[in-house]
């Protein structure tokens, strides 16, 4: 089966019609698409996904803007994919996103929120705690 990741695409990459240019560029770079759903973000799932930032002043904001509409939650599957994943999507902020990358050439800052598109694991680890916050029913 080799290494997966979670991805999500989030509410501002389907409103503005990206999930498959997202989607495109982690096929397009040799990886497999394993599962892929849509799904509405709850305060309990974000809170559980986001552990580490619950405490943050970010955190009511960033709740807000991931339900403010459909995610695409996908497991992302290949050797080393959980490193790859993160480098094409690229930094947290997109204004500092390298050209190249899913937040960089796709995203822009704003003046009221953090809004880059695209959530992707940090580790392994991460990625199997995530794949079963998302996919854990299945
Ligand atoms: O998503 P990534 O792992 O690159 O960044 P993070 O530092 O783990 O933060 C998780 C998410 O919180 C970011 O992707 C942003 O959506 C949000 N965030 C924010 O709204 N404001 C910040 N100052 C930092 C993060
Ligand atoms: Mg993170």
Same mark, same amino acid.
Request: with cysteine; aromatic share 8%.
């Given at each position: 089966?080799? #290494?997966?990741?979670?991805?999500?695409?989030?509410?501002?990459?389907?409103?503005?019609?990206?999930?498959?240019?997202?989607?495109?560029?982690?096929?397009?770079?040799?990886?497999?698409?394993?599962?892929?759903?849509?799904?509405?973000?709850?305060?309990?799932?974000?809170?559980?996904?986001?552990?580490?930032?619950?405490?943050?002043?970010?955190?009511?904001?960033?709740? #807000?803007?991931?339900?403010?509409?459909?995610?695409?939650?996908?497991?992302?599957?290949?050797?080393?994919?959980?490193?790859?994943?993160?480098?094409?999507?690229?930094?947290?902020?997109?204004?500092?996103?390298?050209?190249?990358?899913?937040?960089?050439?796709?995203?822009?800052?704003?003046?009221?929120?953090?809004?880059?598109?695209?959530? !992707? !694991?940090?580790?392994?680890?991460?990625?199997?705690?995530?794949? !079963?916050?998302?996919?854990?029913?299945?």
């Amino acid at each position: 089966m080799g #290494e997966q990741t979670l991805i999500l695409v989030k509410p501002d990459g389907v409103q503005r019609g990206l999930i498959g240019e997202i989607l495109r560029r982690f096929e397009a770079k040799g990886y497999t698409v394993q599962a892929l759903k849509t799904v509405r973000a709850t305060d309990e799932l974000l809170a559980r996904h986001y552990a580490e930032h619950v405490e943050k002043p970010f955190y009511p904001g960033m709740a #807000e803007y991931m339900k403010s509409g459909i995610i695409v939650a996908a497991i992302i599957a290949g050797d080393r994919v959980v490193q790859a994943v993160r480098t094409l999507c690229g930094a947290t902020d997109p204004t500092e996103a390298a050209p190249g990358t899913i937040r960089g050439d796709l995203g822009r800052s704003w003046e009221n929120g953090v809004f880059n598109l695209v959530h !992707s !694991s940090d580790s392994p680890q991460a990625a199997r705690r995530e794949i !079963s916050i998302w996919f854990g029913d299945e």
